[in-house]
């Protein structure tokens, strides 16, 4: 547990000092900006079964998330626990299949994926690296 001054958390209180000095209004301007910039650069993602909003804003708040190193030490490698899982799975759909024929997941779900790459099996890349990005 972190310790708490005044139930504000420690890494927020430089950040704390410095929003109570800002316009409010100036402050929604500059979010809505944000906004503009993301749908202009099309920062947005899919979603599906919902077809009258397919696309929506990646979610943005103008106030950020303040980690200490600790907090940050612990999401990393819940991260690269992730990125290692997402590529172990991709491995697999592309070489052995096991977790097809485990039916674990329907081949189907995999076969009619748009994202999925038939000539790809066989192929494995550099240092086994599928993806390095994941979604967090």
């Known amino acids: 547990m972190l310790p708490e001054v005044s139930g504000l958390r420690r890494p927020y209180e430089a950040y ?31 979603v599906y079964g919902e077809q009258e909003a397919s696309e929506r804003l990646i979610p943005f708040d103008i106030v950020p998330r303040i980690l200490s190193g600790q907090e940050w030490r612990r999401l990393t490698q819940g991260i690269e626990q992730r990125v290692q899982a997402l590529n172990a799975f991709l491995d697999d759909i592309y070489h052995r299949q096991e977790i097809l024929r485990a039916g674990r997941v329907p081949k189907d779900l995999v076969a009619k994926n748009e994202a999925f790459l038939p000539e790809m099996i066989g192929v494995r890349p550099p240092a086994g690296v599928y993806t390095h990005i994941i979604g967090v």
Not at 29 to 41: G, I, L, P, S
Request: glycine share 4%; proline share 3%.
């Open 16 to 46: 704390d000092r410095w929003l109570k000095e800002q316009d409010p209004a100036r402050l929604t301007e500059k979010m809505q900006d944000a906004e503009r910039v993301f749908r202009k650069t099309g920062i947005t993602f899919a």
